[in-house]
Structure formats: C-alpha cells, structure tokens
C-alpha cells in the first residue's frame, strides 16, 4: 500500500520511526495472517501510526512560517490518515473483534468518523450467528 511508504517519509521527516510514533496499548491483536480480520487489524495499527504522525507534526507548528516550513509533510500526513480510514471504511470486518478495532478507531478520530461509524453498523448488520 502506498499509504505506508507516504507514512514512513512522513514519519522519517519528523525524526520519529513510525514505530516510535505508535502507542503499543494501541496495537490489536496480533493473530496470524489467517485470522479473517488481518488486514482490519493492520489498518486499525496503521491508523494510529498515521494520526499519531501527524499529531507529532501540528505539535510542532508554533508559527506560521513553521506551517509553511512542514505544510508538505502535514498535507502527507492527512492524505496518508485519509487513504487509511478510506481502506477500513470499505472493508469489511467478519468479526466481534474486528468490529471493536474498528470501533476504536472511531472513537480517537476526534472528528467523529461518521463514513466509519457507519461501515461498523453495515458489518454489525451482515453478521449472522456470530456470538
């Protein structure tokens, strides 16, 4: 995905890694390639890796020549977390846990997440006899 290496010069630009950006208490469960939520889970980590970027960046906007200075690296930053919420709103989580990573990502975005809210009841409703 194009979205990881944006991610990771972004990342870079700030002099973080990516993995030092994320919070671990933020990483979901770390099941195999096998389990039918993988890719959600991923896009769930990559999400709080792209916000947490970017949250790293507007910290460092004290001025506006500031803003002009790091303006391409933040406009990354949104496109990257956009891309990011874009790929967990079009797919489809297959279970309770995928639901809830997905849920949580809702619930830091700050701005709401309507388009993801409403991917969470669009899984929730195709669900039939999960427990």
Known sequence: MGAV????AVAVAVGK???????PGRRFHRKGSGHPDAEVFRLCDEW???KATGDALYVQVQS????R???TAIDAATDWLA???EGLEALPA????GVRAKARVVQSTGHGGADLASAIIRD???MEGVA
């Open 5 to 8: 290496l944006v991610g990771s």
């Open 64 to 67: 506006l020549d500031d803003e």
């Open 94 to 97: 297959r279970t309770l846990e």
């Open 17 to 23: 890694t990516a993995e030092t950006l994320t919070d």
């Open 124 to 126: 929730l409703l195709a």
């Open 69 to 71: 200075r790091l303006q």
């Open 48 to 50: 709080h890796t792209a």
């Open 83 to 85: 891309d990011v919420e």
